[in-house]
């Protein structure tokens, strides 16, 4: 094997090692150290120059940038997921031809989706979607991260809490979790405009809590301006707190009469 193949196939196993035991800090040196050492290789993107061992160098690095996808969601790093991310894709899409299939591939595909989805990049989400190919639709984790989106833009709450229960893969579980207090603030935040009171239990089913302490601890660390008190969550103080819009009624009855009087100059 080529010296320099060899040195990045030992710096690598170092790399999974630590990555086991958790060890973020030398995952984060020895990551940057094999991609200092990838720049060597003329066959990996955007070059993708024919060497003797180019299918082994795509194959390590694709390997390397997998496993580093991993480690930032470990670290619960979306910054580092989007770089790494996006210096993974070419090895799925240029070099698709030139390699076996990584097993990996579509838990990351569907992984970013899932980022896309809890960051609100919709259109993104869609564009991305739209590049995958009729196998990779019927992934499981692809169509996870579809349904998702799905019962997240017709507002069935419920079913993107309770799909954290069966996500395709343990990396998920970051994401899902970030989805999921997005959601259970949407849910929060319409209650206390809705209602002036709710049960425990019946704050407890909205929110898709399964406890009162959770119910209670959620409250203490997101909702502080509730009140529980005789059995019920108040949300009075909530509204008392909230600033007061005044509809600018007549601005907008003006602009109106403007605009009908100018369409119908124009008729």
Known sequence: MDPKLTEVSQLFERFKAALVRND????SKLLSQLKILLIEFKSLP????????????L?????IYEH????SVKMEDQDAFERDFFQLKPYYTDAGNRLTQSPQ??????????RLLVQNRIAEFHTELELLSANALENTCIKHAVELEQSFMEGAYNRVLTARQTVPHETYV???????????????????????????KDAREMLLISSDQELFDYIKEEHPEWEVKNGLVVFQKAKESAPFKEIPSLQLINQTLSYARELERIV
């Open 46 to 57: 955007p070059l993708f120059e024919e060497t003797p061992n180019a299918v082994q160098e």
């Open 59 to 63: 194959t390590i690095a694709r390997d």
């Open 24 to 27: 973020f800090d030398t995952c």
């Open 174 to 200: 970051y994401f899902m979790d970030l989805l999921a207090r997005t959601v259970r603030d949407e849910i929060a935040g319409c209650s206390e405009k809705a209602y002036d009171s709710l049960t425990v």
């Open 105 to 114: 591939e579509y838990p990351i595909l569907g992984l970013n989706l899932l």
């Open 68 to 71: 580093a996808v991993v480690l």
